[in-house]
Each structure stands twice: as C-alpha cells, then as structure tokens.
C-alpha cells in the first residue's frame, strides 16, 4: 500500500519538484570538498499513522458517522538529511496525507525541502539562516502537526491548529533566519520569516462560503511570520508570541463577484509547564481574516475571531499518558454564539463556534509504536471540514470516538 | 514508643537508606573525542548540543552526538543530572527538529562499551560515561 501510495507521479510540475529537491540533496554532497563522514551524517526517516474514527451525529475524516466507522485519516511521511559541512543541514520530506478529503490515491507532496545554514554557534547563541520550503514555526505544534508522536493527541486542538483550513498556516517558499540566545538557564529563540504560502484545495474550499456556487480559486502572495519563545530550565517552562500575516489572491471565478484579496492576520500565545510526569499546555490565538476587492460590496468582509485551550496531560505508567483538554473557538468574536450570522440568513449559528472536550489515552511501549484513543464531546461545528458533511445536515451536538495507531524510524 | 512513630521513623530510614544508594552511583561525566581540546562547556551549551540544536562545537568541528537507549539507566542519569531534562523530552525535541526539517537525530548506541569506542573514533564525537569507566582513548569535558 505505501509503495502504491507513493508510485503515484500524476502531477508534472510536483515531479519536477521532487527531482529538484533530490538533486539538491545528491549535489550538495558532491560539491563538497571530500571528507570521509560526509555521508555518515546522511540520515533517512519516516512515519506512518492509521486512525479508525467513530462519530454520532456528523462526519469528521470521511463517512465516520455510518457503518464501522472511517478510516480515511492516514499520515504517511518519510525524510532524509544530511550535513555537508559543519554548518549546513540539508533536509527534504514528503508527505502523504488523507484526511477524508478526496485524496483517495494518496498524491505525496513536498512538506518541506530546506538549507539551514548556522551562522553562529558559540557558548552563548547560534543563529543560521534556512532557504527553501520551510514548516511555519506557529504555536507550540504547528512544525510537526502531521506526526502523531509530536502531538499531544490524535487531533490537536482545531481551534488554534484546524485542519479545516490548515494550509493557511502550513509552510511556505522562502527565507527564515532563527537567533538562539542562551541566558543562565534558558534560551530565548527567535525567528523571522517570509515567503510564498502553499494553499491547497482546503483553503478555497473553506472560503467558498457562504454561496457555495463560488469556484473560488487562490494562489499565496508574500506573507511573513515571526515567533520569539522563551525556554526556561531545558524546556520546564516554555512561553511563546507567534504572528503571521497570510496572504493570498482571490479568484471567484464568476464574473459579477471579480477577483480580490484574502488576509489572514492570526497571532497565538502558548504557555507550558512540564515536569517530570506532567504537562499543563494553554494557548490562546486572535485570528483576523479579511476578504477585500470583490465586486460585490457584501462578500468583502473582516471577521475577528479567537480560539484558546487549556490542556493537561499526566504519565499513568511508565510507557501510558492521559490527557484531558478544553478547547473553544468563536468565528466571530462580536458574535460568539453565531446568532446574529443565522439571523441575517447566512447559515446555521452552530457553525461559528465549537467547543470541544477531549479525553484521550497514549500508549508509546517504544519510541517507534504508539497507540492513542481518544473522546471528543463537541457543542458546535465551527471547525468540521466543509467537504465531510452537507452543511444542512450538520447537528449542534456531536461526539467521536478515535483510535490511532503510528509507527516511526 | 508509639507505633505510628516507629512505622514513621521506619519510613524515614528507608528513604534515607533508598537515597544514600541512588548517590552510591558513580558520577556520569561529558566525554569527547581527543580531537576536542578538553575545557569546559556550559550547561546550556551542552543541553544545545544534545537536544541537536548547535551542530558544531566549541572549536568549530563538527559536533557527532551519541546516546544510549531512552530507556538505558546511565541515559536516565545523563539527562537528568547533567542536561536537567528527561529521556522522553529529549526523545520529543528530537523528533521535533528530524520531522521538521530543522535538525537530525543523534546516534544511538546499544552499549556502554560501543559509546567509548565511537566517541573515540569519530572526530567531533560527543557522549557520556560512568567517571570510573573512562580511559585515556576519550577526553572529559566539564560542564559549568
């Protein structure tokens, strides 16, 4: 399934991408004068994740609501990097992801593709330089979302890390420079970046609302982004500010609406403590998005909206963790329960909010297997992918039940 | 005396008893491969290094980073007493540079034995030991 999976070239220019990519890999290693350990630093990894979903009422990751349930949430990812020089780490991953959207061949993408030249390194900072395809350092998780070993649980919280629009936030095409800062205990990190993002189909399907006779299509324009976080003691406590501004074109692809520009101006707050046996995680995002230039004076629209979670989880044993975690988000924050949107006939009120209470177990017997579970009880549908359900069939109320199992090397 | 005080006091000695054991260890230290000049690091120069964030060191080589298994006792004693962090934070900030791209894993080894050998024959090699068990094949390195 996996070599099927990723026999699938169907896509020209995301070929040349990868051969390109490849090449990079494969020169920079010849190019270098000959050192013996070069390819000794050559490293090659990758995962593989299965869920089986089971929901009442809506579908969530595909038909999750009927028969046995869904299986189409599967992550499949592998990497290779190496160091030509001292300073330099090259790195490229593909990934193929189906999340119940119509990737049913499981095309693979380029995640990221990147130089990450340092700088500096001495006893007090290093600082470096990363060109290429970059994962947007946003949050406490948004770097490694797709691996199910780096998150907290099987789905992160949606309100700050939706997978509804997730390609708003993902990565982009361009330049980032980091500053690492080493205090008595702890470092203050620091990065800056700018570059092209890469929507997908999920951003212009998420946009196509409220008519959803829009074939909207979007391409990503210069947009930049910056974290600064603050590390104390090897990583107890952890603080971070993050703000991006994401933008992009937007086509209509009707002539009467025209064509126009999309903004997304979100910035998050992540706090987290972690002892020996326990983690307390809060994060709380502001998400500013701006549609503007259309034709039509009523589709240009800003809307502010806000998203926070807190979010405990606890070593049971010694290889188990549980967690429990609150999670909420308003589309609109000067119309949280979506009242006034279903009074101006623009849509159901649940669909702008959702707040979601989530349990979830973990069973990681080695660091390659992991095993989770989770409940979610969810009030509202602000953040279910439009293309798993019709939205007149969506129910205020619903729960799901997930299971994942994952594999890393 | 009463004999909740004598359960108390029973207590107490076995955890004073429990402790002394845990310090009868043999304290782990930071060895390098000779190629390094031996000196002294900060700890959170160190803690850099072995969370794979700084990819030199100090001289400007190379930095090659091993470890034992998570679950390793002397790994445990490594992370906690000299990095002040534990083996599955590790384990997690590894896996969150591998996976983004940012930074590559360090290299295991299965044995005290093998983790002497490599740093001593890889240049820019980076590892711990049990004070008794170093030899003259690798260097120490303080760390401040």
């Given at each position: 399934?996996?070599?099927?999976?990723?026999?699938?070239?169907?896509?020209?220019?995301?070929?040349?991408?990868?051969?390109?990519?490849?090449?990079?890999?494969?020169?920079?290693?010849?190019?270098?004068?000959?050192?013996?350990?070069?390819?000794?630093?050559?490293?090659?990894?990758?995962?593989?994740?299965?869920?089986?979903?089971?929901?009442?009422?809506?579908?969530?990751?595909?038909?999750?609501?009927?028969?046995?349930?869904?299986?189409?949430?599967?992550?499949?990812?592998?990497?290779?990097?190496?160091?030509?020089?001292?300073?330099?780490?090259v790195s490229a991953q593909v990934l193929s992801r189906r999340a119940g959207d119509d990737n049913s061949?499981?095309?693979?993408?380029?995640?990221?593709?990147?130089?990450?030249?340092?700088?500096?390194?001495?006893?007090?900072?290093?600082?470096?330089?990363?060109?290429?395809?970059?994962?947007?350092?946003?949050?406490?998780?948004?770097?490694?979302?797709?691996?199910?070993?780096?998150?907290?649980?099987?789905?992160?919280?949606?309100?700050?890390?939706?997978?509804?629009?997730?390609?708003?936030?993902?990565?982009?095409?361009?330049?980032?420079?980091?500053?690492?800062?080493?205090?008595?205990?702890?470092?203050?990190?620091?990065?800056?970046?700018?570059?092209?993002?890469?929507?997908?189909?999920?951003?212009?399907?998420?946009?196509?609302?409220?008519?959803?006779?829009?074939?909207?299509?979007?391409?990503?324009?210069?947009?930049?982004?910056?974290?600064?976080?603050?590390?104390?003691?090897?990583?107890?406590?952890?603080?971070?500010?993050?703000?991006?501004?994401?933008?992009?074109?937007?086509?209509?692809?009707?002539?009467?609406?025209?064509?126009?520009?999309?903004?997304?101006?979100?910035?998050?707050?992540?706090?987290?403590?972690?002892?020996?046996?326990?983690?307390?995680?809060?994060?709380?995002?502001?998400?500013?998005?701006?549609?503007?230039?259309?034709?039509?004076?009523?589709?240009?629209?800003?809307?502010?909206?806000?998203?926070?979670?807190?979010?405990?989880?606890?070593?049971?044993?010694?290889?188990?963790?549980?967690?429990?975690?609150?999670?909420?988000?308003?589309?609109?924050?000067?119309?949280?329960?979506?009242?006034?949107?279903?009074?101006?006939?623009?849509?159901?009120?649940?669909?702008?909010?959702?707040?979601?209470?989530t349990l979830g177990l973990k069973w990681q017997p080695r660091p390659s297997l992991l095993l989770s579970?989770?409940?979610?009880?969810?009030?509202?549908?602000?953040?279910?992918p439009p293309s798993d359900n019709k939205s007149e069939d969506l129910e205020r109320h619903w729960d799901?039940?997930?299971?994942?199992?994952?594999?890393?090397? | 005396?009463?004999?909740?005080?004598?359960?108390?006091?029973?207590?107490?000695?076995?955890?004073?008893?429990?402790?002394?054991?845990?310090?009868?260890?043999?304290?782990?230290?930071?060895?390098?491969?000779?190629?390094?000049?031996?000196?002294?690091?900060?700890?959170?120069?160190?803690?850099?290094?072995?969370?794979?964030?700084?990819?030199?060191?100090?001289?400007?080589?190379?930095?090659?980073?091993?470890?034992?298994?998570?679950?390793?006792?002397?790994?445990?004693?490594?992370?906690?007493?000299?990095?002040?962090?534990?083996?599955?934070?590790?384990?997690?900030?590894?896996?969150?540079?591998?996976?983004?791209?940012?930074?590559?894993?360090?290299?295991?080894?299965?044995?005290?034995?093998?983790?002497?050998?490599?740093?001593?024959?890889?240049?820019?090699?980076?590892?711990?030991?049990?004070?008794?068990?170093?030899?003259?094949?690798?260097?120490?390195?303080?760390?401040?």
């Open positions: 399934m996996i070599a099927s999976a990723f026999s699938q070239w169907s896509n020209q220019p995301r070929r040349y991408l990868y051969i390109a990519a490849l090449s990079v890999v494969t020169m920079s290693g010849s190019v270098t004068p000959a050192h013996a350990d070069v390819f000794d630093t050559v490293q090659a990894h990758g995962f593989l994740s299965q869920a089986l979903i089971i929901s009442r009422h809506n579908d969530f990751f595909g038909p999750s609501s009927r028969d046995a349930g869904s299986l189409e949430y599967t992550e499949i990812g592998a990497n290779v990097s190496m160091r030509p020089t001292n300073n330099l780490l061949s499981y095309e693979p993408r380029l995640d990221y593709g990147l130089l990450d030249y340092q700088l500096f390194a001495n006893d007090s900072r290093v600082s470096g330089i990363q060109v290429g395809r970059i994962k947007h350092p946003f949050g406490i998780y948004n770097q490694t979302r797709d691996i199910a070993f780096t998150r907290p649980s099987i789905l992160l919280p949606q309100s700050i890390y939706f997978d509804r629009t997730r390609s708003f936030g993902l990565a982009s095409d361009g330049v980032l420079f980091y500053n690492e800062e080493r205090l008595r205990n702890g470092i203050v990190y620091f990065a800056i970046e700018g570059g092209k993002p890469n929507l997908n189909g999920d951003a212009e399907s998420a946009l196509s609302l409220p008519s959803n006779d829009l074939s909207v299509s979007m391409n990503g324009r210069f947009s930049t982004l910056a974290q600064i976080r603050y590390e104390h003691d090897g990583g107890r406590m952890v603080f971070a500010f993050s703000a991006a501004d994401v933008n992009a074109n937007f086509n209509s692809g009707v002539d009467e609406v025209g064509d126009g520009k999309f903004k997304f101006q979100p910035i998050a707050l992540s706090a987290q403590y972690n002892s020996a046996d326990w983690s307390l995680t809060a994060e709380y995002a502001l998400r500013k998005r701006k549609i503007s230039g259309l034709d039509i004076a009523d589709l240009n629209q800003s809307v502010i909206g806000d998203s926070w979670y807190l979010q405990y989880d606890r070593r049971l044993f010694a290889d188990w963790r549980w967690l429990v975690r609150y999670d909420v988000m308003a589309n609109d924050w000067h119309d949280r329960s979506g009242k006034q949107y279903e009074n101006d006939n623009r849509g159901p009120a649940h669909s702008r909010f959702a707040r979601d209470l579970a989770e409940y979610h009880n969810i009030d509202g549908t602000g953040w279910i799901m039940l997930m299971f994942q199992a994952s594999f890393l090397f | 005396m009463p004999r909740g005080m004598k359960v108390l006091v029973s207590i107490v000695m076995l955890l004073l008893w429990g402790g002394q054991a845990a310090h009868a260890h043999e304290s782990v230290v930071l060895i390098a491969n000779p190629s390094a000049n031996p000196g002294n690091m900060t700890r959170e120069t160190v803690r850099a290094i072995f969370a794979m964030r700084q990819r030199t060191l100090p001289n400007g080589e190379a930095a090659h980073v091993f470890v034992l298994p998570d679950k390793h006792p002397l790994h445990e004693r490594f992370t906690k007493e000299i990095l002040g962090v534990y083996p599955h934070q590790l384990r997690l900030s590894w896996d969150r540079l591998v996976f983004s791209g940012t930074g590559q894993a360090p290299n295991e080894v299965g044995s005290i034995e093998e983790m002497r050998q490599r740093v001593a024959s890889t240049p820019g090699g980076l590892g711990y030991l049990e004070k008794g068990a170093v030899d003259d094949s690798v260097s120490v390195f303080a760390v401040e």
